[in-house]
């Protein structure tokens, strides 16, 4: 953010309002941060009841939760289909993964739900709308739509979608172009942190697709998406760290990288980190732990690697007894149950939401310049509180909602909003 910016900011929240402060909204959003998941519900649910869309999409978030104590999908769907019946963009992405997730699945209206969103210039929307037509989950795949949707959100700087261009570039292994063109996408990826594009970078440099070879490079990039948790980063950083490629050998290292994709259900990495604990490599020799690990492995749903753990797990059981085979068995069952989640829930601020309209709505009524719904239409009360706003902070007052304007608001409204749900 510029100097100007953060003082635009600061004079803008301290802007005399022209209506009594967003309460109600504010009341709720507070709660939600300090997980009173009910009195949230309590407080939105009339505002809601009256069509204001945020709220709606928060409501059916919290349902869909379970947070209110119970996952409610019906109520869910029933709230993010009021704010969907407005065109915000981000219920629409919502309303489309339950018809999917519907059983059986309704894929045609999927589509209809993400193109209307896609179409409103969502690039969440865009990126859901390009994979399904990149799968084809209705009909036959359509790789020009595909590329066409991909290539509209990796514009607005998504990068997820940034990533699935460069995966698809990537693939066309005997094009320099088009590794060129992989290259320059994953690192508009990896430049915003996704760490399956941090992975696939590493992987070209240290191959030299596309890019004169740089292991050093490479595991610096390993390094970066392991750390954020991605188990394949993990499980290569081991390798790296293991063969001394791009760094020196780090025995203990690779251990402790093999041993977090393991933990993280990597089918290689259980497989390597077993290896480690049945040698005594970079770790203290436990041949039982490491039999436990191969059973996981061979549970897995890698083929290849249930193929390779079986192979490991023949060689080991010349050297178990009867007791410490029962006993690695038994192991492997604790060994890959998932973490239990954390029970609260962030919620994305308005402007998240995809809807200029009623992020601005929102953020006006939170300044005190709107006593209106936040309904996601730009009529004359809208209009007037723009204007308003714009006229009392030294902006053109022309009256009309921008993504600019948004960005302005809510770093004025920020104020009110912090920490976020969640922080």
């Not at 896609?118 to 989950?137: H, I, K, M, T, W």
């Not at 790789?143 to 460069?166: K, T, V």
């Not at 009360?381 to 302005?408: H, I, P, W």
């Amino acid at each position: 953010m510029t100097i100007s910016r953060l003082v635009l900011a600061a004079i803008l929240v301290m802007t005399v309002p022209a209506w009594p402060e967003d309460s109600g909204f504010l009341a709720g959003w507070q709660a939600v941060g300090e997980r009173r998941y009910s009195d949230a519900q309590a407080a939105w649910v009339e505002s809601a009841a009256n069509g204001d869309v945020d709220v709606q999409y928060y409501l059916a978030q919290l349902h869909e939760s379970g947070l209110l104590g119970t996952v409610d999908i019906e109520r869910a769907i029933g709230w993010y289909g009021e704010a969907a019946h407005r065109n915000l963009p981000a219920a629409l992405v919502a309303l489309s993964r339950h018809m999917l997730e519907a059983k059986p699945p309704d894929t045609a209206a999927a589509i209809d739900l993400l193109t209307r969103a896609a179409n409103l210039d969502f690039p969440r929307a865009q990126q859901s709308l390009a994979s399904l037509y990149e799968r084809g989950v209705h009909g036959a795949p359509q790789p020009n739509l595909a590329i066409h949707w991909y290539h509209l959100a990796a514009r607005q700087g998504l990068p997820e979608a940034q990533y699935s261009l460069a995966r698809l570039s990537a693939a066309d292994t005997g094009n320099r172009a088009s590794l060129e063109q992989a290259l320059a996408w994953y690192h508009q990826a990896s430049a915003a942190g996704l760490a399956q594009a941090e992975n696939n970078l590493a992987h070209m440099y240290e191959q030299g697709l596309g890019v004169e070879r740089d292991p050093e490079r490479a595991v610096a990039l390993y390094r970066r998406a392991a750390d954020k948790g991605l188990a394949v980063a993990q499980n290569n950083l081991g390798i790296m760290l293991q063969y001394g490629r791009g760094t020196p050998v780090d025995l203990e290292g690779a251990a402790a990288a093999y041993g977090a994709a393991a933990r993280s259900g990597h089918a290689f990495g259980q497989i390597s980190f077993a290896t480690c604990l049945a040698n005594g490599t970079g770790i203290e020799r436990n041949p039982v732990e490491a039999y436990a690990w191969l059973v996981a492995a061979a549970r897995g749903d890698d083929r290849r690697a249930r193929k390779v753990a079986r192979e490991f797990m023949d060689s080991l059981e010349s050297v178990l007894d009867s007791t410490e085979l029962r006993r690695a068995t038994l192991r492997a069952s604790s060994l890959t149950g998932a973490p239990a989640e954390e029970t609260h829930i962030r919620l994305p601020l308005p402007g998240a939401l995809g809807g200029p309209v009623a992020a601005a709505q929102r953020y006006l009524a939170l300044l005190g310049y709107l006593d209106g719904a936040v309904d996601n239409i730009a009529g004359p009360v809208t209009r007037a509180s723009v204007k308003a706003f714009q006229e009392g902070n030294g902006l053109e007052a022309d009256g009309m909602v921008s993504n600019e304007l948004v960005t302005v608001l809510e770093n004025a409204a920020m104020i009110l909003l912090s920490p976020h749900p969640g922080e």
